[in-house]
T-cell receptor, first 111, second 117 residues
Framework: SQQGEEDPQALSIQEGENATMNCSYK?????LQWYRQNSGRGLVHLIL?????REKHSGRLRVTLDTSKKSSSLLITASRAADTASYFC???????????FGGGTRVLVKP | DTEVTQTPKHLVMGMTNKKSLKCEQH?????MYWYKQKAKKPPELMFV???????INESVPSRFSPECPNSSLLNLHLHALQPEDSALYLC????????????????FGPGTRLTVL
């Protein structure tokens, strides 16, 4: 079973708009990670937020974490066509070395 | 070098063939992983090696056999696969701190697209 569930499953926006996706998880965590995957390729780590952090920024990315609601969000600001990809949240379990991925959000940024 | 490499990029094999997937990293990471990913699905963990020892096997069928010859290499030996095993196979690595049970972000290779006929 998936530790994280993401919504929406798919998102289509115009270039320049912001994209927001959400992730919910079930058990307690010490960190939550976000990854991007371009079509048919490997995943790229975007950002890691620890359980004692509420918000983190990296370039045009903003991640929030609410441990009381067991949820996280990823915001991509001023999107570009190159942001078209699938985005996955992931949480480590079983002592930390097992990473369980959410179902992913497929983002399409139209030029 | 912050790259994880995987060979081959594509592999087509029959159900009676034996083949191997290879993965290499030179980042000094002591945890390495195999994932299987079907189209439009998230990656599913298959195996974890920690300090060259198998630490997690997610009940993977024995027709998949992992091997970690040294801290930089990870292999996945394939034998008598089924068509439903066709998928993208991803290798990843990460730092591992056994004392703190801390595992950081994972670095993924580009994957091997496997087709079983």
């Amino acid at each position: 079973s998936q530790q994280g569930e993401e919504d929406p499953q798919a998102l289509s926006i115009q270039e320049g708009e912001n994209a927001t996706m959400n992730c919910s998880y079930k058990t307690s965590i010490n960190n939550l990670q976000w990854y991007r995957q371009n079509s048919g390729r490997g995943l790229v780590h975007l950002i890691l937020i620890r359980s004692n952090e509420r918000e983190k920024h990296s370039g045009r990315l903003r991640v929030t974490l609410d441990t009381s609601k067991k949820s996280s969000s990823l915001l991509i600001t001023a999107s570009r066509a190159a942001d078209t990809a699938s985005y996955f949240c992931a949480t480590p379990t079983s002592g930390g070395n097992k990473l369980t991925f959410g179902g992913g959000t497929r983002v399409l940024v139209k030029p | 070098d912050t790259e994880v490499t995987q060979t081959p990029k594509h592999l087509v094999m029959g159900m009676t063939n034996k083949k191997s997937l290879k993965c290499e990293q030179h980042m000094g990471h002591r945890a390495m992983y195999w994932y299987k990913q079907k189209a439009k699905k998230p990656p599913e963990l298959m195996f974890v090696y920690s300090y060259e020892k198998l630490s997690i096997n997610e009940s993977v069928p024995s027709r998949f056999s992992p091997e970690c010859p040294n801290s930089s290499l990870l292999n996945l030996h394939l034998h008598a696969l089924q068509p439903e095993d066709s998928a993208l196979y991803l290798c990843a690595s990460s730092q591992a701190d056994l004392l703190a049970l801390s595992y950081n972000e994972q670095f993924f290779g580009p994957g091997t697209r496997l087709t079983v006929l």
